[in-house]
Nanobody, 122 residues
Framework: QVQLVESGGGLVQAGGSLRLSCAAS????????MAWFRQAPGKEREFVAA????????YYADSVKGRFTITRDNAKNTGYLQASSLKPEDTAVYYC???????????????WGQGTQVTVSS
C-alpha cells in the first residue's frame, strides 16, 4: 500500500520559514517524480514545486520562485519543501504527490498525501 505522509506544517509569522516533509512508503520512491501542491480555502489546488526522480531538475510556480526550495533524499524515501519569506497568501493545505514525471499538472500524479496545514499570520 502506497502512502505519502506530510509533516512540518504549522502557524508562522509573515517572513518566517517552515520545512515540510513528505515520507513515502510502498513505492520505489527514486523512480517517481515528486511535487508539492497547495489549496487555500475557496480556491483550486495549485502547483507549487516539482522535482525529478534524481533530484537534478526542479520546477517552481512563479509565486514561490526564489522563496521555496524543493529537495529529496531518495535514501530516506523523503521529499522536502523549504518555505522561506512566507507571506499570508501562502496560507493553504500543502499536499505532496508522486508520479512518473515531474510536472505542474496535478492529473499526472498517481499518489497523494493527506496534506499539512500552513498558516501564515500577518
Amino acid at each position: 500500500q502506497v502512502q505519502l505522509v506530510e509533516s512540518g506544517g504549522g502557524l508562522v509569522q509573515a517572513g518566517g520559514s517552515l520545512r515540510l516533509s513528505c515520507a513515502a512508503s510502498g513505492l520505489a520512491f527514486s523512480s517517481y517524480g515528486m511535487a508539492w501542491f497547495r489549496q487555500a480555502p475557496g480556491k483550486e489546488r495549485e502547483f507549487v514545486a516539482a522535482i525529478a526522480r534524481s533530484g537534478g531538475n526542479t520546477y517552481y510556480a512563479d509565486s514561490v520562485k526564489g522563496r521555496f526550495t524543493i529537495t529529496r533524499d531518495n535514501a530516506k524515501n523523503t521529499g522536502y519543501l523549504q518555505a522561506s519569506s512566507l507571506k499570508p497568501e501562502d496560507t493553504a493545505v500543502y499536499y505532496c504527490a508522486a508520479g512518473l514525471a515531474a510536472t505542474s499538472r496535478a492529473g499526472l500524479y498517481d499518489y497523494w498525501g493527506q496534506g499539512t496545514q500552513v498558516t501564515v499570520s500577518s
